[in-house]
C-alpha cells in the first residue's frame, strides 16, 4: 500500500536487527486467549452473585454491580445499566453512591432528575462518605481523597487528600496505595519522591491491580525511582495484560515489536496489539492498520488496514485521519 508510517515497524521482519544490547526475557509466547478466557469466567461468576443481591435491594450490592457495568467486568459495559444501579444504589442513601452518580453528571454523562440534582447530591456524599471514612471505610476513604484531589465540591486540597488517601493505603487498598503512588510521583501533597511511588504502585500491583502493575511497569520503563529495566517493564506489563488491560497489551506489543527488553517477535507483537486494538485503543488500532499495510506479524491487507484506520479515527485519532485523508488524494490523483 505504501501510504503508512510505520511505528518502529517499517521493515520486513527478516530485514530487522536481530541483535541488540539491552538484556532480553526468554519466554514462552503468552496464552492471552487463555488466560483472558479465565478471568472473564472468574469475573462473570462474581457478577451474577452480586446481581442476586442488588436486586433483593442490597444499596451496597447496587453499587458495585454498578461499578462492574460502567468497568465492564463480569459483564460487557452498559452505560445504561450503570445509571440503573447506581441511581438505586443513590436512593437507597449510599454516600459512595451518591458520590459516583455525582461525578458522571458533573461530566455531563447522564442527565439529572432535577434542576440541583447534582449540587444535593455533592453536600449528601461529602457529609456520608466523611462519616464511613471516619469509621474506616477505605473505599469512601479514597472518595473523600478524591472530592480534595479535585476541589470536588470543597477547596481543593491535596494534603488532606493525601491524609485520606494514605489511610486507605495502609488498610490495603489498592485503589488507594494506586493513587498515592501517583500523588508521590507528581508531588501532589507531599516531596515528589519516586521510589516512594514505586513502593506504593509495587504493593497495589502484588495484590493484582493492574492499573498498578501497568504503572510501575511504566516506571521501570522510565528508569523512574529504580533503575531502567525493560526486563522488569515486560515483566508488570505482561501481568496486567492477562488482566486484560488494552495499554498493557499495547505497551507489550512494541517491546515486541522493537525487540526492546524482550526477543523480536512480530507475530506475538501482533497479538498483543491486536488484542488492544479490539478493546477500541486508537492508538493500538492505528498501529494495526500499519502492521497490515506492510504485513508484519500478520498476512498483508490493505482491506484491514484501512478498516483499522478508520476505527482509530473514528475514536478520534488524529494521525489516523491524516493517513485516511492522504489515501484518498493518492487514489483522487491516479
Known amino acids: 500500500m505504501g501510504y503508512f508510517l510505520f511505528l518502529g515497524c517499517g521493515k520486513n521482519q527478516s530485514e530487522q536487527d536481530v541483535s541488540s544490547h539491552i538484556p532480553v526475557l526468554k519466554q514462552k509466547k503468552p496464552l492471552l486467549k487463555a488466560k483472558v478466557k479465565e478471568l472473564l469466567e472468574a469475573q462473570k461468576e462474581e457478577f451474577n452473585e452480586i446481581k442476586v443481591k442488588a436486586e433483593s435491594g442490597d444499596a451496597e450490592a447496587q453499587f458495585q454491580l454498578a461499578k462492574m457495568y460502567g468497568e465492564g467486568r463480569g459483564v460487557g459495559k452498559g452505560f445504561d445499566e450503570f445509571t440503573v444501579w447506581i441511581r438505586k444504589s443513590a436512593e437507597q442513601k449510599n454516600p459512595k453512591a451518591q458520590f459516583q452518580l455525582a461525578l458522571k453528571l458533573r461530566k455531563g454523562i447522564g442527565a439529572p432528575k432535577y434542576e440541583n440534582e447534582l449540587g444535593d447530591l455533592i453536600e449528601a456524599s461529602k457529609v456520608g462518605l466523611r462519616k464511613l471514612a471516619e469509621d ?65 504502585y509495587r504493593k497495589a500491583a502484588e495484590q493484582g491491580s493492574p492499573m498498578a502493575q501497568y504503572t510501575l511497569g511504566g516506571m521501570y ?51 498483543y496489539i491486536a488484542a488492544a486494538a479490539e478493546q477500541g485503543l486508537p492508538v493500538a488500532q492505528y498501529q494495526l492498520a500499519s502492521m497490515y499495510s506492510k504485513g508484519v506479524g500478520v498476512k498483508e491487507s490493505d482491506e484491514e488496514a484501512v478498516r483499522w484506520l478508520n476505527a482509530a479515527a473514528k475514536n478520534g485519532f488524529e494521525q489516523a485521519k491524516e493517513q485516511l485523508n492522504n489515501i484518498k488524494r493518492q487514489k483522487g490523483s491516479k
Do not use: C
Open 136 to 200: 474506616g471505610d477505605a473505599e469512601a476513604q479514597v472518595s473523600l481523597g478524591v472530592i480534595y484531589t479535585e476541589g470536588f465540591g470543597v477547596e481543593q486540597d491535596y494534603r488532606e487528600a493525601l491524609k485520606w488517601i494514605s489511610k486507605a493505603s495502609e488498610k490495603g487498598n489498592h485503589r488507594a496505595q494506586t493513587s498515592l503512588g501517583m500523588m508521590y510521583a507528581r508531588g501532589q501533597g507531599v516531596r515528589q519522591d519516586h521510589e516512594e511511588a514505586i513502593k506504593w
Open 221 to 271: 520503563a522510565k528508569g523512574h525511582g529504580a533503575e531502567q529495566s525493560f526486563q522488569e517493564a515486560a515483566k508488570w506489563w505482561r501481568k496486567a495484560a492477562e488482566q486484560n488491560l488494552p495499554f498493557a497489551h499495547y505497551s507489550l506489543g512494541v517491546m515486541y515489536l522493537t525487540g526492546q527488553g524482550v526477543e523480536k517477535d512480530h507475530k506475538t507483537a501482533y497479538d
